[in-house]
């Protein structure tokens, strides 16, 4: 499936390649969501215009048995590695090779919520627009929030006096329930409510698909110590409720709602999300802290080691082209490896600004110069010490 080289799948899908899944992680989520589209402009920003065949080396091998193993198994697969190294980009370039379209990104901050990544219902809106609709038509308050004329929401009408009845009419009718009566702007706020729903990275990342979704979580070191039990959960179960549409679903079985991809839209069954494919979540993690051994025996967990010149070789002509990486690239990539291992590690984006540097030629024609002017741009990741500028 996964080769890890580059090249596109063709004339298949990666539904059709992969086999059923184990059964304790098979999932049957409805209604089956159209393929979402592709984002070449952040592959091209991610992985650059012109990316080479890689050449297998024993990492990328690695890499490859490791991407195949999480396809197989449906387990999310937790990347570490020193920052800058170029972990995130490996959930684009399974998107690209896979052809499984557009990367669903999710920023892990000390601040974020499994909530966030979930779903988020804007209800303050929803309020301030119903109270607009009603205004508008010339209802007051209480209009606008189906109550009866004369009442205030949540409160009944006054009930007239049961009165026995007159001898010659017969009995009533043993009472039935009926269901409330609903005005008719009630119920269309009802139907709207999906306007105010907004599923997050994971949320459509667990929608039904037929081919699963690629889902970056980028920088789970940085989460709170109760987040990844929270995650777990979600990954375990394949599904999430979202309770504002359980409440109305006999009235609205199916609601759409917006996803986190550009003007997306996804139909939600009795109000709830449970994915088909399970996605191929990508966990990115710099080894800031541990993680609980109960979130790490449900992952799969591959460290990428610091990059090779070949590596970096391929990354320069992947964003420049054959001609501008060579004419540069050795020169600068040898230099870059002995300042990286010196100042405790660089980032391959301080390499793409030097030789952007070096390749525009706008600055000084003396190669010496533009050396020392790339190379100045090489300070240390963490801020202090040595490398400081020159």
């Known amino acids: 499936m996964y080769r890890g080289t580059g090249e596109r799948l063709h004339d298949t899908s990666l539904a059709e390649l992969l086999p059923p899944p184990p059964p304790w992680r098979q999932f049957t989520g409805s209604p089956v969501q159209p393929p979402p589209t592709t984002d070449d402009e952040e592959a091209v920003r991610r992985l650059g215009a012109h990316p080479p065949l890689r050449t297998l080396s024993a990492f990328s091998r690695r890499e490859a048995e490791m991407v195949n193993a999480a396809l197989l198994l449906r387990r999310p697969l937790l990347v570490s590695g020193r920052p800058g190294t170029g972990k995130s980009s490996l959930a684009y370039r399974i998107s690209r090779e896979l052809r499984l379209g557009r990367v669903l990104r999710w920023h892990i901050t000390s601040r974020t919520t499994l909530q966030q990544g979930l779903y988020e219902y804007d209800a303050v809106a929803r309020v301030q627009d119903t109270a607009a ?215 391959i984006d301080q390499l793409l600004n030097s030789l952007y540097l070096a390749a525009s030629q706008r600055t000084t024609d003396r190669t010496e110069d533009l050396l020392g002017l790339a190379e100045a741009l090489w300070h240390r990741l963490d801020g202090s010490g040595p490398g400081m500028g020159a």
């Not at 006054?158 to 409330?180: L, N, Y």
């Not at 269309?188 to 459509?204: E, F, K, N, V």
């Not at 966990?283 to 590596?311: I, Q, W, Y």
């Open 133 to 347: 609709v009603h205004a508008a038509a010339g209802g007051g308050p209480g209009a606008a929030l189906g109550a009866a004329p004369g009442t205030t929401p949540g409160t009944r009408p006054p009930q007239p006096a049961v009165q026995a009845p007159r001898p010659s009419q017969p009995p009533p009718a043993t009472w039935q329930p009926q269901e409330p009566h609903q005005p008719q702007q009630l119920q269309q706020s009802q139907q709207d409510l999906g306007d105010y729903i907004q599923l997050g990275p994971l949320g459509t990342a667990l929608l039904p698909y037929a081919a699963p979704r690629v889902l970056l979580v980028d920088e789970l070191d940085k989460s709170d110590l109760d987040f990844t039990t929270d995650l777990l959960d979600v990954f375990e179960e394949g599904s999430f409720a979202i309770p504002e549409l359980l409440r109305i679903r006999r009235r609205h079985p199916v609601v759409t709602v917006w996803t986190d991809d550009p003007d997306g839209e996804a139909a939600v069954a009795a109000g709830r999300v449970t994915c088909r494919a399970f996605p191929v979540v990508v966990m990115t993690t710099n080894g800031e802290r541990e993680f609980p051994p109960a979130f790490l025996r449900r992952c799969l967990v591959l460290h990428v080691p610091e990059p090779s010149a070949k590596d970096l070789m391929d990354v320069l002509e992947a964003h420049f082209g054959g001609a501008a990486a060579g004419q540069w690239g050795s020169a600068l990539i040898q230099r870059f490896l002995d300042r990286s291992r010196e100042r405790g590690g660089l980032s």
